[in-house]
């Protein structure tokens, strides 16, 4: 394994959850009542960052649901793929350290992805499959078809996917995003959600693009 590649996963989770994570404890300083913009903003756009920096050296997963779909789409052997997920989450609390160590538990507790106000466990894992899926899609056809403008479409996609999702499951998309948040915040409720569906919804949308783009056939 490279290990450059998986200091670059590492270090790049670290920096778009550290951003994502202050975007949601600044909005919740300036504004009590919640401000989905300030959220959404700050996770595309600390994607963004991330891929900037360490994009060209690993690819920029930054997310399991990623890195599962990049190996069943054989972009990636599966030990690579294991050392990114590793490396991930490493990164990932990390970043909710940094929370923990500046401000409190009670602070990374605040960044947590729980289901909303009268969502229930199965429309969560529901949201988070179906927005998950939507999210891999674009990636695989951006990286594969238009890489040149995957840097850009990929952080829009998932601040857009922010806006829709905050409100009724936190929106993570990203396993790392949410197991960095749960266990330092001292929350394990709820997470397999988080874990289960971005998985389940990577592996959908590998399917739905292999057959969108006639890659079924060219194999």
């Known amino acids: ?51 900037q920096i360490f994009g060209g050296v690993s690819g920029g997963h930054f997310n399991p649901a990623v890195t599962v779909a990049a190996v069943i789409d054989k972009r990636l052997d599966a030990m690579t793929g294991v050392g990114y997920i590793v490396s991930q989450l490493i990164g990932g609390i990390a970043a909710a350290v940094v929370i923990l160590v500046v401000f409190s538990q009670a602070a990374v507790a605040e960044t947590i992805t729980q289901p909303g106000n009268g969502v229930d466990t199965v429309k969560a894992l529901l949201l988070e499959t179906l927005f998950t899926a939507f999210f891999l899609l674009v990636i695989l056809v951006s990286t594969k078809k238009a890489p040149t403008q995957a840097a850009f479409a990929i952080p829009l996609t998932l601040l857009v996917i922010h806006f ?48 969108a783009t006639g890659e079924v056939d060219a194999a």
Do not use: C, H
């Not at 951003?19 to 996770?43: R, T």
């Not at 397999?192 to 292999?210: A, F, Q």
């Open 1 to 51: 394994m490279d290990t450059k590649k998986l200091l670059a996963e590492l270090l790049g989770t670290f920096t778009f959850f550290t951003i994502g994570f202050m975007a949601i404890l600044s909005q919740k300083a300036f504004y009590p009542g919640g401000d989905l913009v300030v959220i959404a903003f700050g996770f595309g756009f600390g994607l963004f960052v991330a891929i």
């Open 164 to 211: 829709a999702l905050v409100p009724f499951t936190g929106s993570s998309v990203n396993p790392a995003r949410s197991i960095a948040s749960a266990v330092v915040g001292g929350n394990l409720n709820d997470l397999w959600i988080y874990i289960v569906g971005p998985v389940v919804g990577g592996i959908i949308g590998w399917g739905v693009y292999r057959v």
